[in-house]
């Protein structure tokens, strides 16, 4: 089982941007499709954004959509969500996970692995 982990999160500025960065510790990471999750304080976890195993598909949620951009590297192992254009209703905490492309889109969460502990991302001025 994949086991990934996140960083790069912090407090930003409305406007403002973070790179958020996941990491596996598998050398078979190019077999998942990754998504990034992120849950509200009273809110269930919803999906941002998703990249297929050779980063040939992406997917983004409308809220995202426009200001988001995910991108892997396959030879470091790494997912990277950056995020531009930032809003207060983004501040939550932000997890990676891996599964099937299709999984990630429809967001079924029981299917996916490698949960990390997340990053706390807050944008407040």
């Known amino acids: 089982q994949v086991q990934l982990v996140e960083s790069g999160g912090g407090s930003v500025q409305p406007g403002g941007s973070l790179r958020l960065s996941c990491a596996a510790s598998?050398?078979?990471?190019?077999?998942?499709?990754i998504g990034w999750f992120r849950q509200a304080p009273g809110k269930e976890r919803e999906g941002v954004a998703c990249?297929?195993?050779?980063?040939?598909?992406?997917n983004y949620s409308d809220s995202v959509k426009g200001r988001f951009s995910i991108s892997r590297d396959n030879a470091k192992s790494t997912v990277d969500l950056q995020m531009n254009s930032l809003k207060p209703e983004d501040t939550a905490v932000y997890y990676c996970?891996?599964?099937?492309?299709?999984?990630?889109?429809?967001?079924?969460?029981?299917?996916?692995?490698?949960w990390g502990q997340g990053t706390q991302v807050t944008v407040s001025s």
């Open positions: 598998r050398n078979t990471f190019d077999n998942y499709a």
């Open positions: 990249i297929s195993s050779y980063g040939g598909l992406t």
């Open positions: 996970a891996a599964g099937h492309y299709t999984y990630l889109v429809q967001g079924l969460i029981r299917y996916l692995e490698g």
